[in-house]
Nanobody, 124 residues
């Protein structure tokens, strides 16, 4: 079992930055691919970014490319999402997810473990 705890959300003005963190329990973190997803009110949960077990592969949804950066620290069992140049349309609850395979995935259905989420609100 893996438990995930996100932090770092908050209220920020458009153009600002936030850094989300997700700390995972357990010894197997380094063998898991990790992902960040988000869900806005009335919308389905959507892919934001994913990273492979060793950080060698990363993927982003088109709307965040060049603004968001995913990274991980396997010693600290932590995955990060650095979010710059934030826009009001980035407002959502952001979820961290773990996939018990090494290779990254953009699909919600391929992640077995989820955190409770952290709210990100971007004001215009």
């Amino acid at each position: 079992q893996v438990q995930l705890v996100e932090s770092g959300g908050g209220l920020v003005q458009a153009g600002g930055s936030l850094r989300l963190s997700c700390v995972a329990s357990g010894r197997t973190f380094s063998s898991y691919a990790m992902g960040w997803f988000r869900q806005a009110p009335g919308k389905e949960r959507e892919f934001v970014s994913t990273i492979s077990w060793n950080g060698g592969s990363t993927f982003y949804r088109d709307s965040v490319k060049g603004r968001f950066t995913i990274s991980r620290d396997n010693v600290k069992n932590t995955v990060y999402l650095q979010m710059n140049s934030l826009k009001p349309e980035d407002t959502a609850v952001y979820y961290c997810a773990a996939r018990p395979l090494r290779w990254a995935s953009t699909r919600v259905s391929e992640y077995d473990y989820w955190g409770h989420g952290t709210q990100v609100t971007v004001s215009s």
